[in-house]
């Protein structure tokens, strides 16, 4: 039976179709066999706490730390808790993964109590341009994640304790220094 079916199925590709439809039917196939779970990325998520979070090192009053974990941690920390359900779909979850990589490379703020008091200073002085600029989260972030979304108020509350958190580093350095 099984012999039947197949040999039908190849007659049908071979002999009816026109060639773009056999394109097209190996496109569905190849976007349907991607969907196998086996080829879905490892999701971004630690469930040990950790002892290095940007909280641990460097004072982070309790107003700024809830906007970064709001706006900021899903791309740059490694407790990205809420997936959308589009994440399940290939190739999205590949560029999603990607995407978070490289968000973590620039800044990870769970880890951010290992980078050295220079790379502290660049990556505070980054976080503060970008919120003073209002060019993070990215706006294609934004669309399906209203709750991300920073007020006039926050973003200058962020960009203000990052210039903050960047003087003193810079002051601790050159008091370590003399």
Known sequence: MWSFIIESIAFFVQEIMNPSLKIVLVLVVVFLLLQIPIFNPEKNYVDADTEVDITEKY?????????????????????????????????????????????????????????????????FEALHMV???????????????????LTDKEYQQLADWAKEMQQKVEQEMDSTQN
């Open 59 to 123: 004072e982070v009053p309790m107003n700024i730390q809830m906007d970064l974990y709001v706006a900021c941690y899903d791309c740059h920390s490694n407790y990205t808790e809420d997936y959308p359900w589009y994440y399940n779909i290939q190739p999205l979850s590949w560029w999603m993964n990607s995407h978070i990589k490289k968000a973590k490379q620039a800044l990870n703020f769970t880890e951010f109590a290992t980078y050295p008091p220079d790379i502290a200073v660049k990556k």
């Open 131 to 149: 919120m003073k600029e209002q060019t993070m989260p990215l706006k294609s972030y934004l669309w399906l994640h209203e709750e991300a979304k």
